[in-house]
């Protein structure tokens, strides 16, 4: 499917979806919210896609936040509607199949939020990350301001939110906003390796797991234990389960179909 402002590729079970302005950074715009949507929700129906990896068109940046011409002039209402409906952030933070941001240059604001909302982040060791809107006069207001928190504690987050610098790369592995740096030659092969080694687990199980842990993040322990046995429990009704137990037996690769 054509879009104005996204390409999307899928190959090997990968579905790669590249936020295609590079000249405006591959900033945030309405239109480029809604295709992110799009896209997500028709990959999502896709069976042979396992993995859906997010990255930004050309060598400077990743996404370099929200749009900030377009937001310049608008009332508190129209901000208001803007952030109505469904939004790119939540789309991927619940999204039912294993997301990865591929980091390939500045991730900022909006860009780093989104960052934030996929399960894992492969940067290249020149991309740059933060939250600048304080510089703006403004706030994070994709998540950033809750999501960052719970990923690097409460300290980390809230010196990048007030104090809006950015940090390299190798300082948000250590913090652990990042998962992973490599040299920017290496980015599409080391994110598709770990794209691949994803996309031949169980999608079944992945997706349990991913609720599972996704769940520690608002359940209190007694009740998120409970919902892991429940999960584990269900593991159990599915076909992958059995295929990847004989497979183990049998001493060879297991071949999961996602049921
Ligand atoms: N919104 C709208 N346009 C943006 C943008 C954003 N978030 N980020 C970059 N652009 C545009 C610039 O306005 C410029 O457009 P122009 O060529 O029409 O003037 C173009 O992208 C290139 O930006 P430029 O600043 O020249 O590139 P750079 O490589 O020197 O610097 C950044 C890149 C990302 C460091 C810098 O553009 C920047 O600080 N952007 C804003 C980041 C931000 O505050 N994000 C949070 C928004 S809430």
Same mark, same amino acid.
């Given at each position: 499917?054509?879009?104005?402002?996204?390409?999307?590729?899928?190959?090997?079970?990968?579905?790669?979806?590249?936020?295609?302005?590079?000249?405006?950074?591959?900033?945030?715009?309405?239109?480029?919210?809604?295709?992110?949507?799009?896209?997500?929700?028709?990959?999502?129906?896709?069976?042979?896609?396992?993995?859906?990896?997010?990255?930004?068109?050309?060598?400077?940046?990743?996404?370099?936040?929200?749009?900030?011409?377009?937001?310049?002039?608008?009332?508190?209402?129209?901000?208001?509607?803007?952030?109505?409906?469904?939004?790119?952030?939540?789309?991927?933070?619940?999204?039912?199949?294993?997301?990865?941001?591929?980091?390939? +240059?500045? $991730?900022?604001?909006?860009?780093?939020? &989104?960052? =934030? /909302?996929? %399960?894992?982040?492969? !940067? #290249?060791?020149?991309?740059?990350?933060?939250?600048?809107?304080?510089?703006?006069?403004?706030?994070?207001?994709?998540?950033?301001?809750?999501?960052?928190?719970?990923?690097?504690?409460?300290?980390?987050?809230?010196?990048?939110?007030?104090?809006?610098?950015?940090?390299?790369?190798?300082?948000?592995?250590?913090?652990?906003?990042?998962?992973?740096?490599?040299?920017?030659?290496?980015?599409?092969?080391?994110?598709?390796?770990?794209?691949? +080694?994803? $996309?031949?687990?169980?999608?079944?199980? &992945?997706? =349990? /797991?991913? %609720?599972?842990?996704? !769940? #520690?993040?608002?359940?209190?322990?007694?009740?998120?234990?409970?919902?892991?046995?429940?999960?584990?429990?269900?593991?159990?009704?599915?076909?992958?389960?059995?295929?990847?137990?004989?497979?183990?037996?049998?001493?060879?690769?297991?071949?999961?179909?996602?049921?």
């Amino acid at each position: 499917m054509p879009y104005e402002t996204l390409l999307l590729q899928i190959e090997e079970r990968i579905a790669t979806i590249v936020v295609n302005r590079p000249e405006k950074r591959n900033a945030l715009n309405g239109v480029v919210r809604r295709e992110l949507v799009d896209a997500l929700d028709l990959v999502r129906h896709e069976r042979e896609v396992r993995v859906v990896v997010v990255t930004g068109a050309g060598e400077k940046a990743f996404i370099a936040g929200a749009d900030i011409g377009e937001f310049a002039e608008r009332t508190p209402i129209e901000q208001r509607e803007a952030m109505e409906g469904r939004r790119v952030f939540e789309v991927i933070a619940d999204y039912p199949k294993p997301t990865i941001a591929m980091i390939n +240059g500045y $991730a900022l604001g909006g860009g780093c939020e &989104l960052a =934030l /909302a996929c %399960d894992l982040r492969v !940067a #290249a060791r020149s991309a740059r990350l933060g939250q600048p809107e304080i510089k703006l006069g403004i706030i994070p207001g994709g998540g950033g301001t809750q999501r960052l928190p719970r990923l690097v504690g409460f300290g980390r987050a809230l010196r990048l939110v007030l104090t809006g610098e950015m940090i390299d790369a190798e300082e948000a592995e250590r913090i652990g906003l990042v998962d992973l740096v490599v040299d920017e030659a290496d980015l599409v092969a080391r994110t598709r390796e770990l794209a691949r +080694g994803l $996309a031949a687990h169980s999608p079944v199980a &992945l997706r =349990l /797991a991913k %609720d599972a842990v996704r !769940a #520690a993040l608002e359940m209190p322990l007694s009740a998120g234990l409970r919902f892991e046995r429940e999960l584990f429990v269900t593991a159990f009704a599915s076909e992958d389960k059995r295929e990847g137990v004989s497979a183990f037996l049998e001493k060879r690769p297991p071949e999961f179909r996602g049921r």
